[in-house]
């Protein structure tokens, strides 16, 4: 078996502070990335993406723990490194006083490309992201989805075997997303470019191959969506009640039923094997204390819930 | 190599480029000094007397180079404030994560950000005629020699700074406290000569007393003002060389620190 695209082992990262080390943002994570993948790290602000996005990216070097890319190690070979992977800002790289082109053009000078080389790939890829016909125009007049296509384009000039992205999504139209979406699926299925990206959104990562679970700057799981999914047995039951009733039916719901019910922003989550004939028993037993229910299939929201017993959406501090 | 300065070109070229697009920035950089020299040549010329030898120097003659090293400051200093804010959400993400060595991003950065200065004080230098100086072929080349280096020291410097802070008001407190004083006491507003002792030593320490008495030496050549120079133009010379050096190996020292 070939060695994976990525190699990170025992991962560990603390944000410098004046008071000596400081808040861990990642701590001895392990994890391996294949040749090919679309793969995806998804995790709430503060759960240590975005950092892990930066030393992959080589925008932070690693501290403790060794990293793997390309089968080069990470400190020894960064140049090389930075040579074969791409990547995409969550806040574009772009200078927005400076025309699409422009901008292009310094990127493909930063990878030493240049010439007629330069411009061939600079058209190419300007059609391909449907940016041709603004190319001239500066981009401090582009919406948000023109730049991202446009820090994408950036990034595609040099033929990276790796595209990195942070939270593409963020700021673009459902139609933009799709776009977006389309384009590298297809770069990863008919260039076999390797795309690793952060996200916070279900949807978008039940799209992935493989994800990996990030909480409090520690690897929480990693698997496909759908394998994570089955983990959770059966359904999922969710029960409102009101506010200060909740803590006590979540109370009598175990002691009636057993299970591992979880209180989480006003709803009481159950997992539990056949969710529609354990309802009108819930109903039938709590006759008036119960406002509504739902009843679904597990999320990857629930599967964030079943292994880290909190919300996803919970504010947990800085990004 | 090639793709050494492949990198050092573009950077520079984007600094330059996207200067001449921000018009308040052109304006900002030139026209507060133009109305420093004005305004303050026209308040102090009436009581300005310097050593009788200087032959009726006037104030506007007086403090056009003090005028020039200030737009000088004021440009080069200003082009690299937006390292600050390029870092998070920028230009400058994309150049930290490209396969090129970090001296490249601040030999471009620091050339880049030299050239506008050095346009910026030619330009003002235009007006030497009104303040009744003149250049010859010398003079003039020795003038930009030092306009130059002390705009390559100060957008080094100011590449120091911009590189280590998180906030452009933490740049203006900077510009307040450090380089505004620097220029002040640089033999640029009033002469060396004839202050108190303690406020001579800090003239004489100051790297920028040097690059002002520089700029003298290549604007009065053709005039009598000799007694307003302090220092013989080869002390000028290398005191400027090592002030350039020195900010720019910090420059480089400090930008592989994060």
Known sequence: ?319 | MRTYFLAVYTLWQREVVRFFRQKSRVIGAVAPPLVFWFLIGSGLDSSFHVAPSSGGLDYFRFFFPGTVLLIVLFTSIFSTISIIEDRREGFLQSVLVAPIPRSSLVLGDTLGGTTIAMLQGAAFMLLSPAAGIHFTPYSFALTVLFLFLTSFSLTALGFILAWQLDSVQGFHAIMNLLLMPMWLLSGALFPVEGSPLWLHRMMQVNPLTYGIDGLRHGFYMTGTQHSLRLFPLSDCLAAVCLFGAATFVGALWVSGRR
């Open chain 1, 1 to 319: 078996m070939p060695e994976p695209i990525v190699l990170i082992s025992n991962l560990s990262y603390a944000y410098p502070s004046s008071s000596g080390p400081g808040r861990l943002a990642l701590k001895s994570i392990d994890l391996s990335v294949e040749k090919g993948e679309i793969f995806g790290f998804l995790g709430p602000n503060g759960s240590g993406k975005t950092t892990l996005f930066r030393i992959l990216s080589t925008y932070f070097l690693p501290e403790a723990g060794q990293i793997r890319v390309l089968g080069l190690e990470m400190r020894r070979h960064i140049q090389e490194i930075r040579r074969n992977i791409g990547v995409v800002f969550q806040y574009p790289s772009l200078d927005l006083k400076l025309t699409a082109s422009e901008n292009l053009r310094h990127q493909g000078h930063l990878y030493g490309l240049y010439g007629g080389l330069l411009t061939q790939r600079m058209a190419r890829l300007l059609d391909l992201l449907e940016l041709s016909e603004r190319s001239g125009e500066r981009i401090e007049n582009f919406s948000g989805g023109m730049r991202r296509r446009l820090e994408i384009a950036k990034c595609l000039l040099h033929r990276p075997q790796m595209l990195l992205l942070d939270e593409p999504s963020t700021g673009l139209d459902p139609g933009a997303r799709r776009n977006l979406w389309s384009l590298l699926k297809n770069l990863n299925q008919n260039e076999g470019v390797t795309i690793l990206l952060t996200t916070h959104l279900m949807e978008e990562a039940d799209q992935l191959d493989r994800i990996a679970l990030l909480n409090h700057g520690q690897l929480v799981k990693v698997d496909a969506p759908a394998a994570l999914k089955k983990t959770i047995g059966g359904d999922v039951v969710r029960i409102s009640a009101s506010e200060a009733a909740s803590s006590s039916l979540l109370t009598d719901i175990r002691a009636k039923f057993g299970g591992e019910p979880v209180l989480l922003d006003g709803l009481i989550h159950l997992e539990i094997k056949n969710g529609h004939q354990f309802i009108p028993q819930l109903v039938e037993a709590f006759p008036g204390r119960i406002e509504a229910v739902s009843l679904g299939k597990p999320t990857l929201e629930d599967v964030f819930i079943h292994y880290t017993g909190q919300a996803f959406w919970e504010k947990t501090g800085q990004a």
